[in-house]
């Protein structure tokens, strides 16, 4: 039975079903919030976790990796991850309730509360320096660093990994090029930040914890950070094995296992598997499919969207904002459906331009 279940769980681990379950789960999180967000909810899911974990370890392929000096920021991380979303929606919860009983929220009843900076912040900083300090002191003491080999060339490493705080970048590297993946899509990620507070100038939930008011936004945030970065660096430490082949959480990362992946494009699809015939050596004739998809993509559903399902937000945001909103939300979503496409279809590119370096 013991042996049943890890087969089990090694099965649900495959990267498909294991970034559907972290889609779905954000579905039913936001979905049903005032259930999760209960305290004694948590709590029980809390002790869950724990158990499932210590009888996980219990696992010498598990333990191996999961108990790497370099892995456990991993769990710090996503449990401090889920502490504070349980917090801030436990919160935002409970002044949705205040609010629409016509009360004060929880920030605005608690700056009635003056503390000066002097003794008590200065105090209270002192002392959270102190214990994490020592907290730190511990964990150095009793952690061996995580220090490899000097460097050989003549010895490989089975699998070479970035630190745990890049993985799910260097995850976006399998699917796209690395103009695309290391340069373009974090652009755009600081650059949409530095430019979401002048594209999205709604002043409902500045200064206090909300939902009701700010559901959409919440929900769009919550998955680009929980399932599109801390998923894919949960997925990156624990599932990425030699070869960068994908291992189940109790599956032994055998150096030796080869996994056969004909990564086509779509191009080589569409004209030597569809048609049967050589690749046209005009380059805008060869990708001319994914070239009008792309078009499509980028410039059809903005419009389609904002005369549907987005219209409150067009008519809210107006023609400049909403276009750029709804840009760089297609490309956010771009990545997840590349993700789909490779491990369904082990479709590559679906633009590929290799003479002039560009590959979509």
């Not at 605005?108 to 959270?128: F, G, N």
């Not at 945030?221 to 949960?234: K, P, Q, R, S």
Request: charged share 15%.
């Amino acid at each position: 039975m013991n042996e049943l279940l890890k087969d089990i769980i090694n099965y649900l681990s495959n990267p498909s079903i294991f970034f559907t379950a972290c889609i779905v789960a954000w579905v039913l999180i936001m979905k049903y919030y005032r259930v999760w967000t209960e305290p004694k909810f948590m709590k029980a899911v809390l002790w869950g976790s724990i158990l499932a974990l210590a009888w996980a370890l219990f696992d010498k392929n598990f333990a191996k990796e999961a108990l790497k000096p370099d892995n456990i920021p991993i769990w710090i991380m996503t449990y401090s991850v889920g502490f504070f979303l349980w917090l801030s929606m436990r919160r935002g919860m409970l002044n949705d309730d205040l609010m629409a009983e016509g009360k004060p929220n929880l920030e605005k009843q608690e700056s009635d509360k003056k503390v000066y900076t002097w003794p008590d912040l200065v105090y209270s900083e002192l002392i959270c320096m102190i214990l994490f300090g020592a907290f730190l002191i511990g964990w150095a003491v009793l952690v061996k660093s995580p220090l490899e080999d000097p460097a050989n060339a003549g010895v490989t490493p089975a699998v070479a990994k970035a630190p745990w705080y890049f993985l799910g970048l260097q995850e976006i590297l399998v699917y796209y090029d690395p103009w695309m993946a290391g340069v373009v899509l974090p652009g755009l990620i600081v650059v949409g930040l530095i430019a979401m507070p002048y594209f999205d100038t709604n002043p409902k939930g500045n200064g206090y914890y909300t939902l009701k008011e700010r559901f959409g936004a919440i929900w769009v945030w919550g998955f680009g950070f929980v399932v599109l970065w801390i998923a894919l660096i949960f997925l990156g430490t624990f599932m990425r094995g030699p070869g960068w082949n994908f291992f189940g959480p109790f599956e032994y990362w055998d150096t030796h296992k080869v996994v056969a992946a004909a990564n086509i494009n779509l191009s080589e699809i569409i004209w030597v598997k569809f048609l049967n015939t050589g690749l046209p050596s005009n380059i805008l004739l060869r990708e001319s499919v994914g070239l009008i998809l792309t078009a499509l993509y980028m410039g059809l559903l903005p419009p389609i969207l904002g005369a549907t399902v987005l219209k409150k937000l067009y008519n809210d945001m107006g023609f400049l904002r909403y276009n750029l909103v709804v840009a760089l939300l297609l490309v956010m979503m771009s990545l997840p459906i590349k993700m789909y496409l490779r491990w369904v279809l082990n479709l590559k590119y679906i633009v590929s331009i290799p003479e002039y370096m560009f590959n979509l």
